[in-house]
């Protein structure tokens, strides 16, 4: 299955929404996805796994996940005890004001969580209770709908941020980042050497050899961790790279196609619109105009 667009159905002059203490169950999540707008989750109660990239995450209570947008990810809640969580979905130059302070931004704690690929925060007491009391307002404004109310979110929204970065810097500077425990070691160095040269030739075949594993045994375990196959999360990876290309450079199409690993601009231009629905200039334009 290869990784599907989250839709939004919100205001679209105010690309911020939250979905307030959702029970979460197997059944009905999404399968592998990946959207444009910033996200944090953070787990009320329940336990399960989150696949957020290329690593795997045991969730808890009081833990809150950082996903910057077009990150491939999918929950597994554990059925016997479903996740209750609270999931906050916003456009980033809606809170990416001007800083006055070089040295700080608001959406600080995704940069570091893309660069260093740690997506999950353990959060201490004081930390559990502000995110609470954060979220808890917001779902009040967001309900209410107040005068005001959209700089309300704005302003409760960039002071947790506020208090989550703070946190990080301060951890950052106490400890190295470690990577997460979940999931056999030759599948981490699998994923992380398609994450950073997803432009090269990666056939089940030649990931499998690498890994020392038998190709069924690469393919089942592949499958089991990402619910994709290879080629689905090659390409899924491939265009993600197109879309920082497309935002970030001003080369042209052929020359993107051709950096992401694709032989022809065709095949390009078409697994780029079934994964996100737009022609790349129709995203670039879209990008540009935001």
Same mark, same amino acid.
């Given at each position: 299955?290869?990784?599907?667009?989250?839709?939004?159905?919100?205001?679209?002059?105010?690309?911020?929404?939250?979905?307030?203490?959702?029970?979460?169950?197997?059944?009905?999540?999404?399968?592998?996805?990946?959207?444009?707008?910033?996200?944090?989750?953070?787990?009320?109660?329940?336990?399960?796994?989150?696949?957020?990239?290329?690593?795997?995450?045991?969730?808890?209570?009081?833990?809150?996940?950082?996903?910057?947008?077009?990150?491939?990810?999918?929950?597994?809640?554990?059925?016997?005890?479903?996740?209750?969580?609270?999931?906050?979905?916003?456009?980033?130059?809606?809170?990416?004001?001007?800083?006055?302070?070089?040295?700080?931004?608001?959406?600080?704690?995704?940069?570091?969580? !893309?660069?260093?690929?740690?997506?999950?925060?353990?959060?201490?007491?004081?930390?559990?209770?502000?995110?609470?009391?954060?979220?808890?307002?917001?779902?009040?404004?967001?309900?209410?709908?107040?005068?005001?109310?959209?700089?309300?979110?704005?302003?409760?929204?960039?002071?947790?941020?506020?208090?989550?970065?703070?946190?990080?810097?301060?951890?950052?500077?106490?400890?190295?980042?470690?990577?997460?425990?979940?999931?056999?070691?030759?599948?981490?160095?699998?994923?992380?050497?398609?994450?950073?040269?997803?432009?090269?030739?990666?056939?089940?075949? !030649?990931?499998?050899?690498?890994?020392?594993?038998?190709?069924?045994?690469?393919?089942?375990?592949?499958?089991?961790?990402?619910?994709?196959?290879?080629?689905?999360?090659?390409?899924?990876?491939?265009?993600?790279?197109?879309?920082?290309?497309?935002?970030?450079?001003?080369?042209?199409?052929?020359?993107?196609?051709?950096?992401?690993?694709?032989?022809?601009?065709?095949?390009?231009?078409?697994?780029?619109?079934?994964?996100?629905?737009?022609?790349?200039?129709?995203?670039?334009?879209?990008?540009?105009?935001?």
């Amino acid at each position: 299955m290869k990784p599907i667009r989250k839709p939004f159905f919100g205001d679209p002059l105010f690309p911020f929404e939250l979905a307030y203490k959702t029970v979460k169950k197997q059944i009905n999540e999404l399968p592998d996805h990946l959207h444009d707008r910033y996200e944090l989750v953070y787990i009320h109660q329940g336990k399960g796994v989150f696949f957020i990239d290329n690593n795997w995450y045991e969730k808890k209570q009081g833990d809150l996940f950082i996903i910057p947008g077009n990150t491939i990810h999918h929950s597994l809640p554990h059925n016997e005890d479903p996740i209750v969580s609270s999931a906050l979905f916003f456009a980033p130059p809606l809170l990416a004001m001007e800083p006055i302070d070089d040295s700080y931004h608001n959406l600080l704690c995704f940069d570091f969580a !893309r660069k260093k690929r740690a997506y999950r925060i353990e959060q201490p007491q004081y930390l559990i209770s502000v995110t609470e009391a954060a979220l808890e307002q917001i779902h009040q404004e967001l309900e209410d709908k107040k005068t005001g109310y959209h700089e309300a979110v704005k302003l409760i929204t960039c002071q947790l941020l506020l208090q989550i970065n703070r946190f990080i810097r301060s951890v950052k500077e106490r400890n190295p980042v470690g990577e997460p425990g979940v999931g056999p070691s030759w599948m981490k160095d699998v994923l992380r050497n398609i994450d950073e040269h997803p432009e090269r030739e990666n056939s089940l075949a !030649r990931l499998a050899e690498k890994a020392n594993v038998s190709a069924p045994h690469f393919s089942r375990v592949f499958r089991q961790l990402t619910t994709m196959n290879v080629t689905q999360y090659v390409n899924a990876k491939r265009i993600i790279l197109a879309k920082e290309l497309l935002v970030r450079s001003d080369q042209n199409i052929i020359e993107i196609s051709e950096q992401c690993g694709y032989e022809t601009p065709t095949h390009f231009y078409r697994v780029f619109k079934a994964l996100t629905g737009l022609t790349p200039n129709k995203y670039r334009n879209n990008q540009t105009n935001m």
